[in-house]
């Protein structure tokens, strides 16, 4: 199994300092990725945890050079929120300039005012996260011309190539919906806080697809062994996160391995800096090596 790391781009204590900060300790720490959250324009209802949220892409694209090793990941980018041409350039100059390191995490997206907000049609997100997704491969691969319903090309010059021939892409979601399209578009399939329960049923409908896809999930974890295992999402969605000793997190965590779990994203929560890079320290010298083959 391997790990990734949330860095926390969003929340009431997201600042410059911890961004840049938590993302070169990940690193220090050998977390294998990091990653970034999407929101835009919020209405107030959802202002805690996302009214305060870096804009992902300009702050991977930060990130990329304030590290050299990690990969780097979107959880989730919000794809018919944004145009999909200007979002394939972002996404190749962050791969470029990153040396490859770039992981595309997308999704359909959730909140329905920020739709509205951004002037795009909630009800049609799915095609046109389809077409936005088509758009972005035929671009990476540079390719001159595209027709769609949304948008249209021809004799069109896409430079400079990215490094990576074909980018990682990671379809998040927990529906059944969502599993199609990554069966359909992706690399892996990228939920938020399932069950181990809930994750082996949807595992076993992947894998009866012959779906070779990544198993992925991000997970909040309490290692101070505060709060409840079962939390209400600002959507209003039920979440499950680890909680309690090391002892308690590792068979937690292990529980969702057995389920289908192959790489395991973690969110420390809305914490000061110093506190978040704890924890990151603590998880990573007293859980991850249980799940490391020696």
Known sequence: MKFGVCIPNFGLKANKEAIEEI???????????????????????????????????????????????????????????????????????????????????????????????????????????????????????????????????????????????DLPIWIGGNSDKAIERAIKFGNAWHPVGLSPLELREKVNKIRSSSSNILISMRYSISLDGKGSKVIQTASGEKRYRAVGSTKEIIEDIEDLRRAGLEYLVCYFGDLEKQDYIEKMKKFAKEVIPSFTIS
Do not use: C
């Open 23 to 165: 993302a070169k300790r990940a690193e220090e720490l050998n977390y294998d990725s990091l990653w970034l959250t999407d929101h835009i324009l919020v209405p107030k209802i959802y202002s805690n945890p996302y009214g305060n949220t870096f804009e992902i892409l300009t702050t991977l694209a930060y990130l990329s050079g304030k590290t050299e090793r990690i990969k780097l990941g979107t959880s989730i980018l919000v794809l018919p929120l944004r145009n999909p041409i200007i979002v394939t350039k972002q996404l190749v100059n962050i791969d470029i300039l990153s040396g490859g390191r770039l992981i595309l995490g997308v999704a359909i997206g959730w909140m329905e005012e920020e739709f509205k907000f951004l002037n795009s049609n909630f009800k049609l997100r799915r095609r046109i996260f389809e077409e936005n997704l088509s758009i972005i491969k035929a671009l990476w691969k540079g390719e001159e011309k595209f027709e769609g319903r949304f948008y249209s090309f021809k004799d069109a010059v896409f430079l400079p190539k990215p490094i990576q021939k």
